[in-house]
């Protein structure tokens, strides 16, 4: 059983950073990709970003290029995502997802369209 573990949300004031982490779990293959999917109030669920596990390619969506900064601890099973300059678009509830067949991934949103598994979420809000 996949288990994705989301922590590090909470309320930060614009212009602030957040440090999201994810622990996960419950699979062993060398090839997959792992990241972070974003729902906001009222708006459909987005990807954000993402790295490969094989070779540390990551990938951004473009509202978080520059500010974003996805990693990966693999001695940890844990990914991360820091995130600095915030504003108030970046109030979401961020979920940790993983796709066990990457196949290939060009961009967030084909990293988004083969995820296989999902977190709970945790919220992060951005006041302004």
């Known amino acids: 059983q996949v288990h994705l573990v989301e922590s590090g949300g909470g309320l930060v004031q614009g212009g602030g950073s957040l440090r999201l982490s994810c622990s996960y779990s419950?699979?062993?293959?060398?090839?997959?990709?792992i990241g972070w999917i974003r729902e906001a109030p009222g708006k459909e669920r987005e990807g954000v970003s993402c790295?490969?596990?094989?070779?540390?390619?990551?990938f951004y969506t473009d509202s978080a290029k520059g500010r974003f900064t996805i990693s990966r601890d693999a001695a940890k099973n844990a990914v991360y995502l820091q995130m600095d300059r915030l504003n108030s678009e970046d109030t979401a509830t961020y979920y940790c997802?993983?796709?066990?067949?990457?196949?290939?991934?060009?961009?967030?949103?084909?990293?988004?369209?083969?995820?296989?598994?999902w977190g709970q979420g945790t919220l992060v809000t951005v006041s302004s």
């Open positions: 997802a993983v796709d066990l067949n990457p196949r290939q991934i060009a961009t967030v949103a084909d990293f988004y369209n083969g995820i296989d598994w």
């Open positions: 419950g699979f062993t293959r060398p090839d997959f990709a």
């Open positions: 790295i490969r596990s094989t070779d540390g390619t990551t």
